[in-house]
């Protein structure tokens, strides 16, 4: 039967909703920022695919609801139907009461020949038949409308009861997210604060060293007498490293810079501005959504510049630490990218949940630009 087909075929889609969802990963202490890095992003894949499994029950459950409501819109016509023949039929019963009935004696008599007998007596059985069979059909469709009715709300409620365990599930992998990405930030701070640690005790022997030095070179000019002429020749000594080494740091900060210009670049952080606030969409470019490569894409198209949809090919560009990114450089880590604003903060398509919302940079790993 049609009905019981299309519910079947609607029972079967809820049974390969129903994906087996996996438990989420046991959090262990990492020593690394990058072993925690690599939770992170196996966390993150997780989350999205419970985001992909979150939507696709939720539409099942709209589509079940709309089935749900036409079935009740068919029901209540069948009911009207059936109202409207029992009332028909009751008056015509009622008159024939009334009126004595059509007897068999008032059809031999009345009719004016045999064909019309036969016709009358034909169509006096035809009226019964076709009474009986209409009242007999409208109620076999409400009965299997009601079975319909049925079968869809348990099917409504064993979506809806697949979608709040789906919630659930999704709840519990943002809080283990949230989580590991604050052991992450944790790690990194507590790495970059050792790396700092080390640069100044190696700085402080490399002055001491240096001090060293300078004591004994003067102690042997002391010795041979010629104090004034050594002062003099240390003095110009001291004079020549300092503007080597002043020339030195220039040079290092030019080239640790970028070819993009200040323009392109302000034109990308302002691009990224203005995306604050707008959807996840998987694939998405915009202009309203955007996933965390389409929104990169965006920023520097605004900018003139093209770059691909493809975090994998953005990290071409990033051949620099992420501790040395420039305000409007691409940020990136294993499977996501975001634009480097400045202050430590990124632009980035997060996920579904928050959309393109302000991130952080020790998210990342590289950064870089376009040459």
């Given at each position: 039967?049609?009905i019981?087909?299309?519910?079947?075929r609607?029972?079967?889609?809820?049974?390969?909703?129903?994906?087996?969802?996996?438990?989420?990963p046991?959090l262990a202490?990492a020593d690394?920022?990058?072993q925690?890095?690599?939770?992170l992003?196996?966390?993150n894949?997780?989350l999205?695919?419970?985001y992909?499994?979150?939507?696709?029950?939720?539409?099942q459950?709209?589509?079940?609801?709309?089935?749900?409501?036409?079935?009740?819109?068919?029901?209540?016509?069948?009911q009207?139907?059936?109202?409207?023949?029992?009332?028909?039929?009751?008056?015509r019963?009622?008159?024939?009461y009334?009126?004595?009935g059509?007897s068999?004696?008032?059809?031999l008599?009345?009719s004016t020949?045999?064909?019309d007998?036969?016709?009358?007596?034909?169509?006096a059985?035809?009226?019964?038949?076709?009474?009986?069979?209409?009242?007999?059909?409208?109620?076999?469709?409400q009965?299997?409308?009601n079975?319909?009715?049925?079968?869809?709300q348990?099917?409504?409620?064993?979506?809806?009861?697949q979608?709040?365990?789906?919630?659930?599930?999704?709840?519990?992998?943002q809080?283990y997210?949230?989580?590991?990405?604050?052991?992450?930030?944790d790690?990194l701070?507590?790495?970059?604060?050792?790396?700092?640690?080390?640069?100044e005790?190696?700085?402080?022997?490399?002055?001491?060293?240096?001090?060293?030095?300078n004591?004994?070179?003067?102690?042997?000019?002391?010795?041979?007498?010629?104090?004034?002429?050594?002062?003099?020749?240390?003095t110009?000594?001291n004079?020549g490293?300092g503007?080597?080494?002043s020339g030195?740091?220039g040079?290092?900060?030019?080239?640790?810079?970028?070819?993009?210009?200040?323009g392109?670049?302000n034109?990308?952080i302002?691009?990224?501005?203005?995306k604050?606030?707008?959807g996840?969409?998987?694939?998405?470019?915009?202009?309203?959504?955007?996933?965390c490569?389409?929104?990169?894409q965006?920023?520097?198209?605004?900018?003139?510049?093209?770059?691909?949809?493809?975090?994998v090919?953005?990290a071409?560009?990033?051949?620099k630490?992420a501790?040395?990114?420039?305000?409007?450089d691409?940020v990136?880590t294993?499977?996501?990218?975001?634009?480097?604003?400045?202050?430590?903060t990124?632009?980035?398509?997060?996920?579904?949940s928050?959309g393109?919302?302000?991130?952080?940079?020790s998210?990342f790993?590289?950064?870089?630009?376009?040459?």
């Amino acid at each position: 039967m049609r009905i019981r087909t299309h519910l079947a075929r609607a029972t079967v889609a809820v049974a390969l909703g129903a994906t087996v969802l996996t438990g989420l990963p046991t959090l262990a202490v990492a020593d690394t920022s990058e072993q925690l890095q690599a939770k992170l992003d196996e966390a993150n894949a997780h989350l999205n695919d419970l985001y992909s499994q979150a939507e696709q029950v939720s539409e099942q459950v709209n589509q079940t609801q709309v089935d749900l409501d036409n079935t009740n819109a068919e029901i209540e016509q069948k009911q009207s139907e059936l109202s409207e023949a029992q009332e028909t039929l009751g008056k015509r019963v009622s008159s024939n009461y009334k009126t004595g009935g059509v007897s068999l004696a008032s059809i031999l008599f009345d009719s004016t020949s045999f064909e019309d007998l036969v016709n009358r007596v034909t169509y006096a059985s035809k009226v019964s038949d076709s009474d009986a069979q209409i009242i007999q059909q409208v109620k076999d469709i409400q009965n299997e409308l009601n079975e319909k009715q049925s079968q869809q709300q348990q099917l409504l409620a064993d979506q809806q009861t697949q979608q709040a365990e789906l919630n659930d599930k999704v709840n519990e992998a943002q809080s283990y997210v949230s989580s590991l990405d604050q052991q992450v930030q944790d790690a990194l701070a507590k790495e970059q604060a050792e790396r700092e640690a080390q640069q100044e005790a190696e700085r402080k022997a490399a002055e001491e060293k240096a001090a060293q030095e300078n004591n004994y070179v003067s102690e042997g000019n002391a010795n041979a007498g010629n104090t004034n002429s050594n002062a003099n020749t240390n003095t110009n000594t001291n004079n020549g490293g300092g503007s080597s080494n002043s020339g030195n740091s220039g040079s290092n900060g030019s080239s640790g810079g970028s070819s993009l210009g200040s323009g392109a670049r302000n034109t990308i952080i302002s691009t990224a501005y203005s995306k604050i606030g707008c959807g996840y969409v998987y694939g998405a470019s915009g202009p309203s959504n955007y996933d965390c490569s389409g929104l990169v894409q965006a920023c520097y198209a605004a900018a003139g510049i093209y770059v691909p949809h493809s975090s994998v090919s953005l990290a071409g560009y990033c051949n620099k630490p992420a501790s040395q990114a420039e305000p409007g450089d691409i940020v990136w880590t294993p499977g996501h990218v975001g634009i480097y604003i400045g202050g430590g903060t990124t632009i980035e398509a997060m996920n579904p949940s928050v959309g393109v919302t302000y991130g952080s940079l020790s998210s990342f790993q590289r950064a870089g630009s376009p040459a």
